[in-house]
């Protein structure tokens, strides 16, 4: 993520790109060489019908499955699904996506009960009678966690995952069901 964050100079001039002179392609080549990796360790992993019984199957196993097969197997001229390279970029898009909105979410929620002392006394109060003090919340605790439920609710409010979403706009008027 802070690699295609970075201000490059080649974006701006081209020609100097065959230079990396700040040495961000060759960063870039690296993180896309440890993605083949792990790719790699699928292919290894696996055979042509699928994975290997001593391991579970995820997310890049069921890319695999459509590699390579067309849209339409009863028209062979159609084009592939994903490709190799399709399957890197959404494993990168992937490990982002669920790094940064998690990361950033419980940074925000954080700053705001810090931010609002009234509020963290409060949920502390409701975790300690709840919960108490001698183990951790746990998934059926979280119906009797009115507050928490609240306060997350209020911090995804105030702070959404992606506020910067590609708006949309509408470029005519429609009437759907009359």
Known sequence: MHLHGLFNISDF?????????????????????LLEKIIEEHVQGSDLDGPKPHRCRDFIDV????????MD??????????????????????????FETSAVAIVWAFSEILRHPRVMVSLQKE????????????????????????VVKESLRLHPVAPFLVPRESMEDIVING
Not at 63 to 70: A, D, E, I, R, V
Not at 73 to 98: C, F, V, W
């Open 13 to 33: 001039i081209p020609y100097l790109a065959p230079l990396d002179i700040q040495g961000i392609g060759g960063r870039l080549k690296r993180t896309s060489k």
């Open 63 to 70: 890319m695999f499955s459509k590699l390579n097969q067309p």
């Open 73 to 98: 197997p009863h028209d062979e001229d159609q084009t592939y699904i994903i490709q190799r390279e399709n399957i890197k970029a959404i494993t990168l898009d992937m490990i982002g996506a669920s």
């Open 127 to 150: 975790l300690e009678t709840v919960v108490g003090r001698n183990r951790f919340v746990q998934e059926s605790d979280l119906p009797k966690l009115t507050y928490l439920d609240m």
